[in-house]
């Protein structure tokens, strides 16, 4: 009963604190698109996560519980990263494509590499002879896969989509930083 109790807690406040990311992300970015789709590949983590604790039988304690809260907060972290320096990349950059690969050999290596780190660290916890502690480990490591994975691929494609268009003299709708000289001509 307490389990459930428990469980049924963090679910609600899992839907609150994704709201509340998303409000915050939002004011922060100052952009009702860039902040939606940040939270985007974070939702996707956790039901992922949740996925994934259901195919590999992984039961529901007080340690494992806690797991969804966990990836929005690894995850988030990730998202905001990826978002902003794509953002900062494409007020330089002449092209979005070219903003986002710059995104991702800067900002996309870091998050990776700590990613891999944090994947190792918490791997090792597979190996605690404490049933609980080991699914812990095993669970984290997978989310921050999850998170690392969703950033770098979910996320890329949505800040593309959702990047204006801006129509030139010519009719061809452009991203504002794409139009080349000879349509400004």
């Not at 870091?110 to 605690?128: E, H, P, T």
């Amino acid at each position: 009963a307490s389990l459930d109790a428990t469980t049924e807690g963090l679910q609600k406040s899992l839907v609150l604190a994704v709201a509340a990311c998303m409000a915050i992300t939002i004011v922060a970015m100052k952009s009702i698109r860039y902040g939606v789709v940040t939270i985007i590949p974070i939702v996707l983590v956790v039901i992922w996560l949740y996925a994934f604790m259901y195919l590999f039988n992984f039961g529901l304690n007080f340690v494992t519980a806690t797991i969804g809260a966990v990836s929005l907060g690894v995850g988030i972290d990730f998202a905001i990263h990826m978002t902003q320096r794509y953002r900062e990349e494409l007020s330089k950059s002449s092209a979005s494509l070219d903003a986002l690969t710059r995104a991702a050999r800067g900002t996309g290596v870091a998050l990776l590499a700590s990613a891999a780190s944090s994947i190792v660290g918490f791997g090792i916890m597979a190996f605690a002879p404490m049933p609980m502690f080991s699914s812990y480990g095993i669970l984290t490591a997978a989310m921050i896969f999850m998170a690392a994975v969703a950033s770098l691929l979910v996320l890329p494609s949505l800040l593309i989509m959702v990047t204006p268009r801006q129509k030139t003299r010519e009719g061809i709708a452009v991203k504002p930083s794409e139009s080349p000289k000879h349509y400004s001509e």
